[in-house]
């Protein structure tokens, strides 16, 4: 039975390593290191993707097809305790395929995860890049700018900076040590999926310290034009805030072998509420 919870109480957190602990079947229970930053009985988005990553890359698994582009929208609050992953074909097909994950909490469902995968080939001949690649995280310092942002999820992180980051604009490179699902190995593309939505804090216009005004994004979009390798995530993020309270986290995405593809997040830009409202 899955737990509410009430404002002041512990929130009802798996008692594991790593971020989820599995229930049998597509059912989970959250640790506390799932925990997000702007509510302490929500899970963190990044984790989230994980672990729908993680269902996608079981779902009818095809040796020649990849994921090119994992698309996600947070319909409502993704609540720690036990949760449920449903998975189902959208669009099948010899070379493209459209797939889907639906996170439920509580009996709702908060985020909704879909996929395409794509049929690969040799496209070696043609290759190229335009993104730059940024300073390798080993050749980087340590990085406490994260620790002002509360949750279980960031504390489970260890981050490196390329120097001229800025609030609006930087380089971070994060990793975790934590698997996805306790028991399971965790792949590269599902340990660094799990970490690409904090595109949104590392570099924001305004910081997580006493501000007056919150940006929480409402979507995750994902484009990859190779497989990512390694346990390393880089970000080269830039945020912009509009004039009607919206805004933009877009990122370039890095592996230890460089760009790998791209992420874009569209933020509800408001006042933050008042304590107790």
Known sequence: MTTTVQQGQEPPFARTEAYYQGLGGSRYHSSAHTQGAWNPAEQHMAAATGLLTHELELFQPRPEMRMARISLDI???IHAGELEVRTRMVRPGRTIELIEAEMVCQGR????ARAWRLKTLDSAPVAAVE????THPEDLPEWEGMSSW????????DFRVEPGHRPGRGVVWLRSP???VDGLPTSDLVRLMGLVDTANGVAPR?????VSWMFPNVDLQIHMHRAPVGEWLGLAARQTYGTDGIGLTSAVLHDVEGPFGRSEQILTVRPMPERGA
């Open 75 to 77: 319909l409502g609050v």
């Open 109 to 112: 469902s908060a985020v909704l």
């Open 131 to 134: 993104d730059r690649s940024v």
């Open 150 to 157: 509360p949750g279980g999820f960031i504390r489970s992180l």
């Open 178 to 180: 934590r698997e996805m």
């Open 206 to 210: 305004m910081g997580p310290g006493p």
